[in-house]
Structure formats: C-alpha cells, structure tokens
T-cell receptor, first 114, second 114 residues
Framework: AQTVTQSQPEMSVQEAETVTLSCTYDTSENNYYLFWYKQPPSRQMILVIRQEAYKQQNATENRFSVNFQKAAKSFSLKISDSQLGDTAMYFCAFRVDSNYQLIWGAGTKLIIKP | KAGVTQTPRYLIKTRGQQVTLSCSPISGHRSVSWYQQTPGQGLQFLFEYFSETQRNKGNFPGRFSGRQFSNSRSEMNVSTLELGDSALYLC?????????????FGSGTQLSVL
C-alpha cells in the first residue's frame, strides 16, 4: 500500500524562527515525485516545493527546503525565517510515474505567532 | 492567466438528492483531477481526466462520476447523496504530461448534505 504519514498534527513557532515539518512515505515504486502543499484558510492548495526521487540533491525554494532521505523514505520540510503568512495546513504528498493520483498525508497545522 | 475556477463555492443538499460540481481549468491544461477532503478521511483522490478520457479512478462508489468536455472543463456528479458525502471537493488542473507536474488547485466546492 502507498501511504504518507505526517506525525505532527499541529506545530507553532515564533515569527522569524525555523521550523521543520516531518513526513514519511511508503511505496514500492522506484520512480516517484514528492510534494509539499500549503492550504491557507482560503482553502486553495498551493505547491510549496517538489522533489524528484531520482535526484539526490535536496530541493530549495527561497525560505523553503527539504531533507530527502530516500532509503529512510523521509521527506521533511524546513521553513527558515518563518513569516505570519506561512500560517496554514501543510500537506506532504507523492505521485508515481505509473499513476497520476496524489497520495496525501493527514497534514500539519502550522501556526506562526507574532 | 486565470486560475482554476470551481463553481459553486458552497452547496447545501439533502440526502437522496444529486449534485453536479463544475471545474474550469487553466487555459491550455488538458488534465483535470478531483479530490475529496474531509476532516476524518483527509484528502482522497476521486478521478483524473485527460483529453476527455478518464485515466485514473480512486476507490469511490459508482455514485461518484465525472466527465470532461472538449474544452477541458470538467464536471463531477454525485447521485443519491449521503451524509458522509459532506466534504470540500477540490479540482486541480495541469498540462497532463507527467507525474512530476505541478498541480494548480481551485478554491473548492464545500458540499453540505443534510
């Protein structure tokens, strides 16, 4: 079975701090792609960052970076210099080459405090 | 460029009725996928259409159906509504060329079944 586990239901940090959200996944496929999506109160899912499993280098997008450990099937998201606008639900997800559906984790509610 | 548009934003129905939700993808996108989001089950894949053909289907009963038109707009239909169908229904569009693609989401349709 293909699954995604996010072990932190909720996290809160002070503005400007660094926070790391955890994600582990399980798949027997060799080619797959990992994603972090953000869902603010507006409900619209927004892609934060993505990683191809065949790439060893960790993806980065400005203040967002990932720690991808393929052998451990771990894909954590680090947010540096957190901002109030980062407050949202964060979902970890993956897709495999043979199937176009996204498999989602349960999400982590992130609260950035002023 | 206009984003993904879902209509209506909110819908209230009673058990036994049927409902049709609409999704207009970003211009040029040929793939439209649908997801159901509930507090209990999280995000679950319903189906994905590409060039009017259903490419993938999730594990939902036959009461859930969809279609895609030649202009890539998509509709999903739920017949004989049950209380458990209350959820946020999200639509996403992409070019449909590969599993590593970024999905662009609409703001969803919040369906309440009474």
């Amino acid at each position: 079975a293909q699954t995604v586990t996010q072990s932190q239901p909720e996290m809160s940090v002070q503005e400007a701090e660094t926070v790391t959200l955890s994600c582990t996944y399980d798949t027997s496929e060799n080619n797959y792609y990992l994603f972090w999506y953000k869902q603010p109160p507006s409900r619209q899912m927004i892609l934060v960052i993505r990683q191809e499993a065949y790439k060893q280098q960790n993806a980065t997008e400005n203040r967002f970076s990932v720690n991808f450990q393929k052998a451990a099937k771990s894909f954590s998201l680090k947010i540096s210099d957190s901002q109030l606008g980062d407050t949202a639900m964060y979902f970890c997800a993956f897709r495999v080459d043979s199937n176009y559906q996204l498999i989602w984790g349960a999400g982590t509610k992130l609260i950035i405090k002023p | 460029k206009a984003g993904v548009t879902q209509t209506p934003r909110y819908l209230i129905k009673t058990r036994g009725q049927q409902v049709t939700l609409s999704c207009s993808p970003i211009s040029g996108h040929r793939s439209v996928s649908w997801y159901q989001q509930t507090p209990g089950q999280g995000l679950q894949f319903l189906f994905e259409y590409f060039s009017e053909t259903q490419r993938n289907k999730g594990n939902f009963p036959g009461r859930f159906s969809g279609r895609q038109f030649s202009n890539s707009r998509s509709e999903m239909n739920v017949s004989t509504l049950e209380l458990g169908d209350s959820a946020l229904y999200l639509c996403a569009s992409s070019l449909g060329q590969g599993a590593n693609e970024k999905l662009f989401f609409g703001s969803g349709t919040q369906l309440s079944v009474l």
